[in-house]
């Protein structure tokens, strides 16, 4: 349910924005979510389009990009990528692992006119 | 015509969150955000708590609760501050609403506020609320796959407690497969295996929070 609050935010900055640029359409919303923060999209761009119906954002489409959760490994180095939930180094074993990608909530940009 | 925007979506919620982990740094106040599902054990755990170390600090707690007082009134007889704060539907508390209360406590007079956020495993881990750490609570009597099914939680979290081990007979929780999860998720996590209720295993947990609240002293 966390995607309703998620996507209120959202609505929030994407209304700021067109709203600054003067935009009277905004056509397509580009986002990423990293994998572990397991958001379902269905229910995102439903809650999404619910809040932003009779704006300038309600004909949008929405862009989810899933991104894949990366670690360093803090005894070797290495970056992996993480598979069936296994958070510990692919090359060491090690289990001193630090998340560099993977817990993202980002809006990259908005299209419009 | 394309417009970069390139922003953390919650950065409203991460701006109050760093607002209110300044302002209890400053007042060295340890907060520690205590996420789990209904039922877990949550509120039993802080009666324990607060009977062993009520007296050796000063203890405050904010109950997060979709609806009613009923927590906190669990609490009131160890006659510490406690706040509630009703989310009305919500399933998490953000730092908008923590920073709202706490003005509602003594910060001077405070060595650890404990949260009990709302019961529910994905949507709190996804919410800073300025908190020095999250703990995981998870109780056997849920199953032994939690942390596979909500690793972001034991990712994020600083020690796991695992309640109600004195029902396990009365369960098929197997240990070796929820350690196994847990280890492949976070090998370096420290786990307190407990019961609330019988006192199992509750001696660790006092020795670890005390040193984790003697730090911030």
Known sequence: MHEIRIAEDLSL????????????????????????????????????????????????????????????????????????????????????????????????????? | MEIKIMKNILDRNQNKANEVRNLLASKKVLMVNIISSPGAGKTTLLERTCEELGTTFRIG????????????????????????????????????????????????????????????????????????????????????????????LFREAKAVLLNKIDLVPYTNFNYECFRSDLKKINGQIPVFEISCTRGDGLEEWYKWIEGQINIRR
């Open chain 1, 13 to 113: 900055i994407v209304l700021d924005t067109a709203r600054k640029e003067n935009l009277s359409k905004v056509t397509k919303v580009n986002i990423s979510f990293g994998q572990l923060i397991q958001i379902v999209p269905d229910i995102f761009e439903f809650a999404f389009r619910e809040i932003v119906r009779n704006s300038v954002v309600q004909d949008a489409e929405i862009d989810i990009e899933i991104i894949p959760v990366k670690m360093k490994c803090k005894n070797c180095g290495s970056d992996f990528l993480v598979k069936d939930n296994l958070f510990a180094c692919n090359v060491c074993s090690s289990t001193d692992v630090a998340i560099i990608q993977g817990k993202e909530l980002f809006i990259k940009s908005i299209e419009g006119e």
């Open chain 2, 61 to 152: 707690v904010i109950e997060g609760d979709i609806t009613t007082d009923r927590d906190a009134q669990r609490l009131k007889k160890y006659n510490i501050p406690i706040v509630v704060i009703n989310t009305e539907g919500g399933c998490h508390l953000d730092s908008h609403s923590i920073s709202k209360v706490l003005s509602s406590f003594d910060l001077d007079n405070l060595d650890v506020l404990f949260v009990e956020n709302v019961g529910n495993l994905i949507c709190p881990s996804q919410f800073d609320l300025g908190e020095a750490f999250k703990l995981a609570l998870v109780s056997t009597t849920e199953g032994d796959d939690k942390p596979a099914k909500y690793p972001m």
